[in-house]
């Protein structure tokens, strides 16, 4: 059941959203640069954002919200929206927090961030999934063409 794996997933995102926040807690003031303070900002706008997120499917497990309903809420544009918005946010926040650390490090892990999105292409299309087909389950959530491996 997609719906409770979205509870999860949200769910996670919400206790590491905690968790950097805990962290960030136990930072002497006179080390709480410029840097802190954005992944401070970013980490408490995505803990509430992702703890509504996985409060609402848990409601829509709760009182059993067709699977067909809670399919077409995830494909709204403003659901994509906020969903996209919060993930550049927890990955901007993550890297604040890397770069308060080193900068050397967090240039790492731009460049790995990179590589990982450039690999990730690589794979879905390897897959077949190729942004016409994401198109065209955007405007059929319910109809998806098949896959065609390349």
Same mark, same amino acid.
């Given at each position: 059941?997609?719906?409770?794996?979205?509870?999860?997933?949200?769910?996670?995102?919400?206790?590491?959203?905690?968790?950097?926040? #805990?962290?960030?807690?136990? @930072?002497?003031?006179?080390?709480?640069?410029?840097?802190? @303070?954005?992944?401070?900002?970013?980490?408490?706008?995505?803990?509430?954002?992702? $703890?509504?997120?996985?409060?609402?499917?848990? +409601?829509? #497990?709760?009182?059993?919200?067709? =699977?067909?309903? @809670?399919?077409?809420? +995830?494909?709204?544009?403003?659901?994509?929206?906020?969903? %996209?918005?919060?993930?550049?946010?927890?990955?901007? *926040?993550?890297?604040?927090?890397? +770069?308060?650390?080193?900068?050397?490090?967090?240039? $790492? $892990? %731009?460049?790995?961030?990179?590589?990982?999105?450039?690999?990730?292409?690589?794979?879905?299309?390897?897959? *077949?999934?190729? /942004? =016409?087909?994401?198109?065209?389950?955007?405007? /059929?959530? *319910?109809?998806?063409? /098949?896959?065609?491996? /390349?």
């Amino acid at each position: 059941m997609f719906i409770e794996k979205y509870q999860w997933f949200f769910a996670a995102l919400s206790g590491y959203s905690a968790t950097s926040l #805990l962290v960030l807690t136990n @930072v002497s003031p006179d080390n709480f640069g410029f840097w802190l @303070v954005l992944a401070t900002i970013a980490f408490s706008i995505c803990l509430p954002v992702y $703890a509504t997120f996985s409060m609402t499917y848990w +409601i829509f #497990l709760k009182y059993k919200v067709p =699977q067909k309903n @809670v399919a077409l809420l +995830i494909n709204s544009p403003k659901s994509q929206q906020a969903t %996209v918005y919060s993930m550049y946010l927890i990955v901007f *926040g993550s890297l604040f927090l890397i +770069i308060h650390l080193s900068y050397l490090a967090g240039v $790492a $892990a %731009v460049i790995a961030l990179y590589f990982s999105k450039k690999f990730q292409s690589y794979c879905l299309h390897k897959v *077949g999934i190729t /942004n =016409q087909w994401l198109d065209t389950v955007e405007r /059929n959530p *319910g109809n998806a063409p /098949n896959l065609e491996p /390349n």
